[in-house]
């Protein structure tokens, strides 16, 4: 397992981070959704994780309605302080108008309640689940900068953010003097690599970690589902994130191929993709089975070649958008595609 900073801090996280969506009771919210783990293999999960040097979990307040933190404390126990915990809160985690959103009531408050189900005293990257166009900036980053001072949290992400939030966000807790977001979690994947548009040219130029939710597009890249077969249990019952299958199928093929050369699964080489790309900081896996996680757990040793590298890019390439077709936006293109490969 390799470890990188996340962003321009000195905290240094695994490549591969443990979803905790799915730690739930198999008849909660999630688990109907997206099948509930149960306590003992959520204990499992987290084990097997730890003993492939997993040292981030990522779990949110939402997930089970809490139900996930309280999983994901008792399964970690006595091992709290050799790892790290990511949560989340912006979602209403009841009924009233104030029972979600990013304001400093419910910043403070789900914070102070996500530490009591975790069982723990600090959490270690606190993050805002999605944008909340009813809250000022200015506010929010108000009370997560007092809860860093407060000890409660060491490190403040954001999720869900469109490019022009990162950068707004940012040039705001720079003015003010704020605790400054280190961390982006959004989706990426094979089939679905819009976040390459705006979103990572932000956090490449901001410093900011990118840490990567359902790599695996909700099971479509699990490999159970191609042209011939549908796939059992595929994308759960959630059908986000959307996925164009006629363009999906394309990629399978290709993903097919390359893990048929390298005695790997379609899931492993769509994960090794990612775990190749400059600027990710650690890839979110979760499962619902134990032989689920062990295969994506493995993924962390598949090598894949810049030949790899360079079909699975051509095959799920993006179309050219405006303004990225105008001349000058072509040289930018081309000039972080060296700098990247710099990186690289």
């Not at 007092?146 to 954001?158: D, S, W």
């Not at 390459?196 to 990567?212: F, K, M, N, T």
């Not at 179309?319 to 972080?336: M, V």
Request: charged share 25%; glycine share 12%; with cysteine.
């Amino acid at each position: 397992m390799k470890y990188l900073p996340l962003g321009d801090t000195g905290l240094y996280v695994s490549q591969l981070t443990l979803g905790a969506m799915t730690f739930d009771r198999e008849d909660g919210m999630f688990g109907q959704l997206v099948g509930g783990t149960g306590q003992e293999l959520a204990t499992r999960m987290v084990d097997l994780s730890i003993d492939a040097g997993v040292n981030l979990f990522d779990t949110a307040n939402i997930y089970g309605m809490g139900e996930s933190e309280r999983m994901l404390g008792k399964a970690l126990g006595s091992r709290r302080g050799d790892v790290l915990i990511a949560t989340k809160f912006n979602n209403p985690m009841g009924g009233g108008p104030n029972a979600g959103g990013s304001s400093r009531l419910s910043a403070i408050r789900e914070c102070e309640n996500s530490l009591e189900r975790l069982g723990t005293e600090w959490i270690d990257l606190y993050q805002v689940h999605s944008f909340d166009d009813t809250t000022p900036l200015e506010e929010t980053l108000r009370a997560l900068d007092t809860l860093v001072q407060q000890g409660k949290v060491r490190y403040i992400g954001l999720s869900n953010y469109a490019g022009w939030q990162i950068a707004k966000a940012d040039g705001i807790s720079r003015r003010m003097g704020l605790e400054r977001f280190c961390s982006v979690q959004a989706y990426y994947s094979l089939v679905g690599r819009e976040l390459e548009r705006e979103i990572i040219p932000a956090a490449l130029d901001l410093g900011l970690g990118i840490l990567v939710w359902s790599p695996l597009a909700s099971g479509f890249l699990s490999g159970k589902y191609t042209r011939e077969a549908s796939g059992e249990g595929r994308r759960a019952k959630i059908q986000v994130p959307p996925v164009d299958e006629a363009r999906g199928y394309d990629i399978v093929d290709v993903a097919l191929e390359i893990a048929g050369r390298h005695d790997a699964s379609v899931a492993q080489v769509a994960l090794a993709w990612l775990l190749h790309k400059p600027g990710i900081t650690s890839v979110i896996v979760g499962a619902r089975k134990e032989e689920q996680l062990l295969d994506n757990l493995a993924a962390a040793d598949v090598a894949l070649s810049p030949e790899d590298m360079a079909r699975l890019d051509e095959v799920s390439k993006l179309k050219r958008e405006y303004p990225e077709w105008t001349p000058r936006s072509i040289q930018r293109g081309q000039d972080l595609a060296s700098r990247l490969a710099d990186m690289g």
